[in-house]
């Protein structure tokens, strides 16, 4: 959904728990997100609604707790990560969106078990909601969806996944500064990259699974001292 629509979205989730889960994981994959709830402090929730205002986040992921009495114009998606479970809870959220007479857009994700509260809304609001299947991933997101399924299985015990650099000896001057290209390209902290086994022609680089995808889709588009380079997902090692 993001990747196709490019909203200005805000996202509801149940818990806090939650809502960290979610915005931990869009933003390891690239997504500028950020999320509000009860534990932030005052300066760090009007922080990240500053910046959702402005348009240097277009995620906001939320507790129904923390955006009690949120105002934000030019929102054009909310997403029900998690079905609310009273109807007047999802009239409340939709609400957000489709405001000062701009059309809006609200999508809620249900499973078979949740049809009853699906039921329970269609009731309540007297309209029947149109429902369809969980679409395919087709075309370049297709490719994209299939590595974030698969850095779990490719992690070690230690959640890290090795990614093979077409850059060898030749290429690379040191354990030091491929490291260093690649925090700095991929904008992740250093601790995130692990071990680095420089050969002939290749390079294989460990980095941690939270931010594979994030350093994936940033190395595919860099290059490393001028030199274009490919890099590939390898599987897990069975040592």
Not at 125 to 141: D, H, M, N, Y
Not at 195 to 206: A, K, S
Not at 219 to 234: A, C, I, N, T
């Amino acid at each position: 959904m993001l990747d196709k629509a490019r909203p200005k979205a805000i996202v509801f989730a149940q818990t806090k728990h939650m809502v960290d889960i979610i915005e931990q994981r869009l933003t390891s994959y690239g997504y500028p997100a950020a999320a509000i709830h009860g534990d932030l402090t005052q300066a760090r929730r009007e922080k990240v609604l500053s910046d959702f205002r402005s348009g240097r986040i277009m995620v906001l992921i939320a507790t129904d707790v923390a955006a009690r009495g949120l105002d934000i114009e030019g929102v054009t998606h909310v997403i029900n990560y998690d079905i609310p479970d009273s109807p007047e809870t999802y009239v409340h959220r939709i609400g957000r969106t489709g405001r000062a007479g701009k059309e809006g857009r609200a999508i809620t994700f249900v499973s078979s078990d949740e049809m009853h509260l699906l039921d329970a809304i269609e009731k309540f609001t007297e309209q029947k909601l149109k429902q369809i299947e969980v679409p395919s991933a087709k075309g370049r997101s297709a490719g994209q969806v299939r590595e974030v399924l698969d850095f779990d299985e490719m992690a070690d015990i230690f959640g890290m996944v090795r990614f093979q650099l077409s850059l060898g000896r030749k290429d690379v001057p040191s354990v030091m500064d491929i490291s260093d290209f690649v925090a700095r390209t991929a904008r992740v902290n250093d601790i995130t990259v692990g071990h680095i086994d420089i050969g002939d022609d290749q390079t294989v680089v460990e980095i941690h699974k939270d931010v594979a995808m994030k350093v994936l889709r940033a190395l595919r588009q860099s290059k490393y001292h001028g030199r274009k380079f490919e890099v590939k997902p390898l599987p897990r090692s069975r040592k």
